[in-house]
């Protein structure tokens, strides 16, 4: 497996706060969709693997070496969730300025075609909408032929036909044979373009592989019934791990769907139209985080508040 960037046994404090607990991780050719809850230190990960920071300690390498190293920031992209555009300069002045950093840009009619740019082509980076933001900053990060790309909530403010197309281009960088870390909280899309993920909590790894093994690991099923009435406590207090009411549906989240029913039934539960399956991604990160780390985010969240202060 070839190896485009490794974080080993890397730690970032900020004063007495962990953000990233002596986290190791790779990033392999294709699509890595790095998930968690929010301040699980997903976004610090990025940020030191871009070289926009440095860890407290471990070892950072990227593309064979520093990410600080010039040569090697020249083969990156980067769409970080807030992007700083110039906002008087046309979409078209940006990509240019952008292109002319590099020795190969991408043409900019493949860019516009690509990313559906040509509409607001002319028009100043300060006056576009989040959604048309988003996508020039896509683009700015596409044009350099960048090996690894690192996408930080890359459709965040996008509509369907805008997202589809941005995935597409993900796509694409991936089948050329780069790399793409991204961070996202929508699951489509992590379920859509990831080939593996890495689940962050509590500033540590809490899991890696491929979309199906890290759900298949859980082994967490959704027995969703349509009960009369209130759910007798005796019916869930052992196979269960949760249970949420949905309108008028009871969904109890179980590693043991049999005997989840077999409760139901000898409970005496009054249940129509039930339905057993396994969990998605979305529940199986979900109980990944929860089992990880009892309060998801508190440490990540106060470092990088405490970061945002010192700054």
């Known amino acids: 497996m070839e190896v485009f960037a490794r974080l080993d046994t890397v730690t970032k404090t900020y004063g007495a706060v962990v953000a990233l607990d002596a986290v190791s991780v790779v990033v392999p050719a294709g699509v890595t969709a790095v998930l968690g809850p929010n301040g699980a230190g997903k976004s610090t990960m990025i940020e030191i693997l871009a070289g926009l920071r440095r860890p ?41 300025l952008v292109a002319a950093h590099y020795p190969h840009p991408v043409p900019r009619a493949e860019l516009v075609d690509q990313l559906g740019l040509g509409p607001f082509l002319g028009k100043r980076c300060g006056t576009l909408s989040g959604g048309q933001r988003r996508r020039v900053a896509l683009a700015t990060a596409l044009v350099g032929r960048p090996d690894l790309l690192f996408l930080d909530e890359p ?60 759900v298949a690991e859980v082994g967490l099923h959704l027995v969703d019934v349509e009960v009369a009435g209130p759910l ?47 969990v998605g991604l979305e529940e199986a990160i979900r109980t990944i985080s929860r089992s ?20």
């Open 292 to 311: 990880a780390d009892p309060d998801p985010g508190t440490v990540a969240r106060t470092a990088i508040r405490v970061a945002e202060e010192v700054a």
């Open 56 to 96: 407290t300690s471990g070892r950072v390498e990227v593309l064979g070496a520093s990410p600080a190293d010039v040569p090697v920031k020249a083969r990156l992209g980067l769409t970080p969730q807030r992007t700083a555009l110039p906002w008087r300069l046309t979409v078209a002045e940006t990509l240019a």
């Open 155 to 214: 459709t965040t403010g996008l509509d369907a036909d805008s997202r589809d197309g941005l995935w597409s281009a993900i796509a694409a960088v991936a089948a050329g044979g780069s790399a793409v870390l991204l961070t996202t909280h929508d699951m489509a899309e992590a379920e859509h373009l990831a080939t593996r993920v890495v689940v962050v909590a509590g500033g540590q790894i809490a899991r890696t592989g491929a979309v199906d093994d890290v």
């Open 232 to 278: 007798p406590p005796i019916a869930v207090s052992g196979p269960a791990d949760r249970v949420t009411t949905v309108g008028n549906r009871t969904h109890i989240y179980t590693a043991d769907p049999d005997a989840t029913v077999r409760a139901l039934v000898r409970a005496d539960v009054p249940f129509t139209g039930i339905r057993v399956e396994r």
